[in-house]
């Protein structure tokens, strides 16, 4: 395994090699360096701490959008307090927009699973779990297969290589809950409980899964793990920047000329990339604004957007986030209230109900944009958007109800007049009403033909 070249965005860890019909398997992955890393480690009998200081040398960020520094993660943990340590891979890729997990977790799983088996090595850990997306296909059985080629090649198990360290991971399959996601639900989920949030503190370091100390990181973080112990901090500091260390793999969609995954080196020039790699928008339209990292980061108009690095200080000098790395381009023409609407939509259908500003508020934001959309919106309704969002602010357990009023409160910073023409004329300013369908009609009329004479629940709620 050695640093990567300079190539089209930038220096590569995981898109530096033709991808076949057989480029996942161990034979191909080693072939390609892998797992020197641990032999590395494990021949030289290189101390768990060391692992972590090396890690937290690299100035490694993590990739699933907090960018929060994955070495001081690990550092916390009292690694001789007599209790057992898991170690969980985050691979619940539920962002609206964001895909490039699936790409890790299908080309390079063998990859994800040596860092993780490496992070459970730093951490003493002696069962990892992998939290999978349910709606995954081949990402699981790519991932299950190397889990079998890894125990049959002696990498996982009881004694790996000999060395006294043993390790067995368990590969779980969600049931398609966004907010499980989010670390301490997954850890519920993982119990066999309802994926809910949970306060904090304590810090799941402290008491995460089954009550004891847990680290959670996403699927890229730990895959950049073997880069770091194979080759050393130092030299992967030399690759980004010097606060975003590194490469950001990034998908991209929406009306963008070449959609797909992108492998960048932190500090690229944000317009080179949408325009020369990405090919500019379809149809050759203008770009209007961009969502950055994931529907919960805010947009960045194409004005924003000039000067702008991909990195986390640039990005949020401009005013939001690299965040999940899942980028959506949208071209001129579209309108954004409808936009408001489709990202209100997923969030309200997504809470789990657990915090009542977040289960009130989401659906209330919802139904006031969908009166907005349907023609029958109200002066009072923009302000109205703009208070449910303040309550939501902070008075949550979990951040879902944060990001949705941020997404749709910079949607309404940036656009305002298009909701207010909207209201005023009762149609978009880009061609027309969107027809809103209620995906509870049929069950309401079945309700009432049940119950006769009694009030709906969901007509007191439409006074809002």
């Known amino acids: 395994m050695t640093l990567p070249a300079q190539v089209g965005t930038g220096r590569k860890f995981f898109m530096n090699f033709p991808v076949t019909a057989d480029s996942h398997t161990l034979a191909a992955y080693r072939g390609r360096g892998g797992y020197q890393a641990l032999a590395k480690v494990l021949s030289t009998g290189m101390a768990p701490t060391d692992v972590t200081k090396e890690v937290t040398a690299s ?102 290589q000999g060395s006294g360290f043993s390790l067995d991971v368990v590969l779980y399959r969600g049931a398609g809950s966004y907010v499980c996601g989010e670390a301490s639900a ?12 949970r306060n904090r503190p304590p810090r799941l370091t402290v008491k995460g899964l089954y009550q004891r ?4 990181n996403n699927v890229e973080t730990l895959a950049n793990v073997p880069i770091i112990i194979a080759e050393g901090a130092e030299a992967f500091r030399k690759v980004g920047t010097a606060k975003s260390p590194g490469t950001q793999m990034i998908s991209i969609s929406g009306h963008i000329a070449r959609p797909g995954v992108y492998e960048v080196e932190y500090g690229y020039s944000w317009e080179r990339f949408l325009y020369e790699d990405c090919g500019g928008m379809q149809g050759g339209k203008a770009l209007k604004c961009v969502i950055p990292g ?61 915090c009542t500003p977040c289960r009130e508020g989401m659906g209330w934001m919802e139904r006031v944009l969908d009166r907005i959309v349907r023609g029958q919106g109200r002066p009072e309704d923009i302000d109205r958007l703009y208070h449910i969002s303040t309550a939501n602010d902070g008075t949550t357990i979990c951040s879902l109800g944060d990001s949705a009023g941020y997404a749709v409160t910079a949607i309404l910073d940036h656009y305002r007049e298009e909701f207010e023409y909207y209201i005023a004329n009762g149609r978009s300013m880009h061609d027309g009403t969107l027809t809103v369908t209620d995906p509870f009609a049929e069950s309401l009329a079945r309700w009432h033909a049940a119950h006769p004479g009694a009030l709906s629940p969901t007509l007191a709620a439409g006074a809002h």
Request: aromatic share 8%; net charge negative.
């Open 213 to 216: 100390p847990t680290v959670v």
């Open 59 to 160: 100035g490694i960020l993590g990739h699933g959008g907090a960018a929060f520094p994955a070495g001081r993660k690990w550092g916390v943990v009292k690694l001789d307090d007599g209790e057992p340590h898991y170690v969980c891979m985050n691979a619940d890729e539920g962002e609206p927009g964001t895909f490039k997990d699936r790409w890790l977790l299908e080309h390079v799983p063998h990859m994800c699973l040596e860092g993780l088996i490496l992070a459970s090595y730093a951490l003493k850990g002696r069962h990892a779990f992998i939290y999978i997306r349910g709606e995954f296909d081949l990402p699981w059985r790519r991932m299950r297969d190397a889990i079998e080629e890894a125990y049959a090649a002696g990498l996982l198990g009881e004694n790996i």
């Open 186 to 197: 997954m850890l519920a989920s993982l119990e066999g409980k309802k994926g809910w949030p």
């Open 294 to 354: 994931g529907v919960s980061t805010k947009i960045l108009s194409a004005e924003e957007l000039k000067g702008v690095t991909l990195d986390h200080n640039s990005a949020l000098a401009a005013g939001s986030q690299v965040g999940s790395g899942g980028m959506i381009a949208i071209a001129e023409g579209t309108c954004m209230v409808r936009l408001a609407r489709v990202i209100q939509r997923f969030y309200h259908h997504e809470s789990c109900g657990q």
